[in-house]
Nanobody
Framework: QVQLVESGGGLVQAGGSLRLSCAAS????????MGWFRQAPGKSREFVAA????????RYADSVKGRVTISRENAENTVYLQMNSLKPEDTAVYYC????????????????????WGQGTQVTVSS
């Protein structure tokens, strides 16, 4: 079992920034590939960003590329999502997810591979 707890969401004006955090426990963090997803009201959950277990590889959705940076600090068991130049369409509940990964450099953009999910943190961007 892996427990994931997101924090850092909130209300921000368009053009602003937020940094989301996801603290993991229950398993050696460096064995986990991590991802961020989001779900807006009435929409399906969608991929935002992913990072490999060693932090060397990252992947981003086209809708956030250039505005969002995913990073991890294995010593702190935490993955981050730095979001800049936020837009109203970024409004959603943001979830982090973990997957036990055999390969150090693998990233995962689909929902299905992920084993555990956090409870989500709300991000609201006002226009």
């Amino acid at each position: 079992q892996v427990q994931l707890v997101e924090s850092g969401g909130g209300l921000v004006q368009a053009g602003g920034s937020l940094r989301l955090s996801c603290a993991a426990s229950g398993r050696t963090f460096s064995s986990l590939a991590m991802g961020w997803f989001r779900q807006a009201p009435g929409k399906s959950r969608e991929f935002v960003a992913a990072i490999s277990r060693n932090g060397d590889n990252t992947r981003y959705a086209d809708s956030v590329k250039g505005r969002v940076t995913i990073s991890r600090e294995n010593a702190e068991n935490t993955v981050y999502l730095q979001m800049n130049s936020l837009k109203p369409e970024d409004t959603a509940v943001y979830y982090c997810a973990s997957k036990i990964s055999t390969f150090y450099g693998s990233t995962f953009s689909a929902l299905q591979p992920y084993d555990f999910w956090g409870q989500g943190t709300q991000v609201t961007v006002s226009s």
